[in-house]
């Protein structure tokens, strides 16, 4: 059984402005894998696959600085959404229901992200989460974790708070 411990994050200045700058450079990933998506359906009725978005992943890392400056796993993962958001779509049209294309993310409508794997992209230390390419962050663990953690996710709410949502 899955279950979520959510727990409040206490970012410095510095680590509020990179955190701010990952969930952007998410936001524009998401929205350009969404338009490439969608340019080679409507162009040539081909389903650019997860992997081969990876793949353009990885040669736009080499380019691109501000791609270059997010954890590797984080930026597959917002592919991954992309991939879920059409399946779904594609899956709704199939059942007869309502579809609902997938959206571009406008400035303040991308809220999260997720680090899917432990040890290398984040881990607990004391009263400190720390972050591949963010650095430690004050966190207020007010219980203990049970169970294996599988996946961290980081989210603004839209008081402008942060906080670290384990997937266990």
């Not at 009725?45 to 691109?64: D, P």
């Not at 959206?103 to 400190?128: H, M, V």
Request: hydrophobic letters at 35%.
């Amino acid at each position: 059984m899955r279950s979520a411990y959510k727990f409040r994050l206490y970012p410095t200045e510095d680590q509020i402005k990179k955190l701010e700058e990952t969930l952007e450079t998410c936001r524009q990933l998401y929205n350009d894998a969404l338009a490439a998506k969608k340019e080679a359906w409507e162009d040539d009725r081909y389903n650019l696959t997860y992997y081969e978005m990876a793949r353009q992943l990885s040669a736009n890392r080499k380019k691109n600085q501000a791609l270059k400056a997010v954890y590797a796993h984080v930026l597959q993962d917002v592919l991954r959404r992309v991939d879920k958001a059409f399946q779904n779509f594609f899956r709704r049209v199939k059942n007869g229901e309502t579809p609902g294309y997938p959206r571009f993310k406008g400035r303040g409508w991308y809220k999260s992200f997720t680090y899917p794997d432990a040890g290398t992209g984040y881990k607990i230390e004391g009263s400190k989460l720390i972050l591949s390419g963010i650095g430690a962050i004050r966190i207020f663990k007010h219980r203990e974790i049970e169970g294996k953690i599988k996946t961290c996710t980081i989210k603004r709410d839209s008081t402008g708070a942060w906080y670290a949502i384990f997937s266990v």
